[in-house]
């Protein structure tokens, strides 16, 4: 038989109430003794596990069915525990797994790197073994440098002793005395044809030089001035005996940096203070790499090159990336994708300039014989008069000049990545207004998410009106977008939930959110890249496409819940009272309200 727990009203019952009252029979006629069970409060019998699982609750009736108090029946979920030690082992062992892959392993690894580059100098065995036994004796130590460098690298900062700056990457040999005399936004925003999506020029050059030098800005002069990625493509199309010795490649993996240090060094010891800054910066000249005549590795790197390419699972990426980098330097393959000239015929590909003809023609030549000779007027004047021919033979069949300068304007401003910073100042308002009760800290820290989410909006907005579509086609699009969207609901809320309590909770979430996405993308653009691209074909099904947005959207609510979650676990460090809601979801605002 069952019952309900007497303290408890049968207008409040649920199954978690209900306790049922066993007897088994003990296979020779006899019963055992009455047990009783619950949900949470199983019974063990014969090997097995006997509890709760779903019950009669009294029911008023509806329309012919009469009323009921219940009780009629009670279903017993039955389950067995053979085998939880084992799976209790396995656990265990899979999170010491995760904790020597993610903390030790690392350590390890990088502690055997510095033992092979300290072997490979004079004295080195002696200073790999006191490296070695450095890391056996103090392995604590060692795992939080290890974490700190690993974030300083993840930040783009070199990892070094203060007292050895880093040696800068050498820049290409004879850059143009014009470089900053010239102006090349108006040949920017020309339209080019690039992987079926018509772009600014100044979008297409930025993804171009992505791909060779990563998020690594090419120098050039004394003092060095960073080029812009267009000047630096055209450079490379023209002059391109200028980059065979100058650091451009960009190389993401450290310790293929540093295979490739050693293998190099023990060619060439003279190479030693230059490579040291390759290790640091990650950027290495073609011609340490690539011997141009044999279309190969040059014989020297050439074993070690091979053997991380059959390395499937740590470097064979690396150095395909690496190849891409060297053909997508050579002129010829800059050249023919320069397709700047429109055809009539809508399914035919669009001209390379060399293939263009008439006033086009004109200034492409002229561009390209003043830029050989160091012709600064001459090549303003060139580079804009291609920009206007350009634009008189394409016509209707172009984007509107206002969509590709919008296009230009948004690399240029570094997608605008740069707005976390403004909701690192609502954070700070808002942290101090909602903590201390501090009301104009909390209306300014308001004012400040309102600024930075109508940035963002800005932003989220002409990049969806640059590529024509809604941004969600790669993980910089989904990173961006979702925490747009969590901002949008923040705003939301807080114009709903005005009076209420929690007031500026939201959008001290949404800020959170908002500026490590933002952040992220600002810091990591190696990992997020932001090239505009085409959207991916399986989008193009509206299930889909819709699935896609809703997960998106998701992750921005489930960062904005873990941030209230850390607030309260601060609070009940910090000695609060052991508050929790009563109700979730809408149900807690109805409750406020």
């Known amino acids: 038989y069952g019952d309900w727990s007497s303290d408890v009203c049968s207008s409040d019952l649920t199954i978690r109430d209900y306790i049922s009252v066993l007897r088994f029979a003990d296979g020779q006629g006899g019963w055992s003794q009455p047990e009783r069970v619950s949900v949470n409060q199983p019974v063990e019998h014969g090997g097995l596990w006997y509890f709760q699982a779903q019950w009669d609750p009294p029911d008023e009736g509806a329309g012919d069915l009469p009323p009921s108090l219940g009780l009629n029946y009670t279903v017993l979920g039955v389950g067995s525990r053979h085998g939880v030690g084992m799976q209790l082992a396995g656990c265990i062992i899979a999170a ?50 290890s974490a700190q460098q690993g974030g300083d690298a993840a930040m783009g900062a070199p990892v070094q002793a203060a ?24 040949l920017e925003d020309a339209a080019i044809m690039s992987e079926g999506r018509v772009k600014s020029l100044g979008s297409f050059a930025f993804g171009w030089m992505q791909q060779i030098s990563g998020p690594k800005r090419i120098r050039s002069g004394e003092p060095t001035v960073a080029q812009t990625p267009l000047f630096t493509l055209l450079d490379l199309a023209l002059r391109p005996q200028a980059y065979a010795d100058a650091d451009v490649i960009y190389v993401k993996n450290r310790e293929v940096r540093v295979r490739i240090e050693q293998a190099l060094l023990a060619v060439d010891p003279s190479l030693a203070e230059r490579l040291r800054g390759f290790e640091q910066h990650g950027l290495i000249a073609p011609g340490l790499l690539w011997d141009a005549a044999a279309n190969a590795w040059r014989p020297d790197i050439a074993p070690v090159m091979q053997q991380m390419e ?53 200034a492409w ?49 570094s997608q605008m990545t740069w707005v976390w910073f403004v909701y690192f100042g609502a954070v700070a308002l808002l942290l101090l207004g909602f903590s201390w009760k501090w009301p104009r800290a909390l209306s300014l820290g308001l004012l400040v998410f309102a ?51 929690v007031r500026g909770l939201f959008a001290l979430g949404a800020s959170v ?42 992750y921005a609510l489930i960062f904005m819940a873990a941030v209230t979650a850390a607030m309260y676990l601060v609070w009940r460090w910090r000695g609060g009272a052991a508050v929790h809601a009563r109700v979730g979801g809408a149900g807690e605002l109805l409750v406020l309200a």
């Open 310 to 362: 059959g390395d499937l699972i740590r470097s064979s990426k690396q150095i395909d990336q690496m190849r891409g980098a060297i053909a997508m330097m050579r002129p010829e393959q800059i050249r023919d994708r320069l397709r700047m000239v429109p055809v009539a015929q809508a399914d035919k590909p669009w001209l390379s300039l060399d293939q263009a003809s008439g006033p086009v023609a004109d």
């Open 96 to 145: 010491l797994g995760m904790l020597y892959a993610f903390y030790v392993k690392p350590v390890i690894k990088r502690r055997a790197l510095l033992a092979q580059k300290a072997m490979a100098r004079p004295g080195g065995v002696a200073v790999a073994a006191a490296t070695l036994a450095l890391a056996l004796c103090m392995p604590v130590r060692a795992m939080a440098q």
């Open 365 to 413: 030549l002229a561009l390209q014989q003043s830029w050989v000779q160091g012709d600064a007027p001459a090549v303003q004047r060139a580079a804009d008069e291609l920009a206007v021919a350009l634009r008189a033979q394409g016509g209707a069949l172009l984007p509107s000049q206002g969509r590709l300068h919008w296009e230009s304007w948004y690399f240029r401003s």
């Open 451 to 501: 600024g930075a989410f109508l940035l963002q909006t800005f932003s989220v907005g002409l990049r969806w009106y640059v590529s024509d579509r809604w941004p969600n086609s790669n993980m910089f699009e989904a990173v961006t977008t979702a925490s747009w969207m969590g901002a949008a609901l923040a705003a939301l809320a807080e114009a709903l939930f005005r009076r209420l309590p």
């Open 513 to 554: 959110g908002c500026m490590l996405a933002l952040m992220a993308c600002a810091l990591l653009p190696a990992q997020l890249n932001p090239a505009i691209g085409n959207m991916m074909p399986v989008l193009n099904d509206v299930w889909l496409y819709i699935h896609t947005n809703v997960i998106i959207f998701s």
């Open 163 to 186: 007292s050895q700056p880093a040696p800068t990457p050498a820049t290409s040999s004879g850059a143009p005395a014009f470089m900053q005399q010239v102006d090349l936004s108006k």
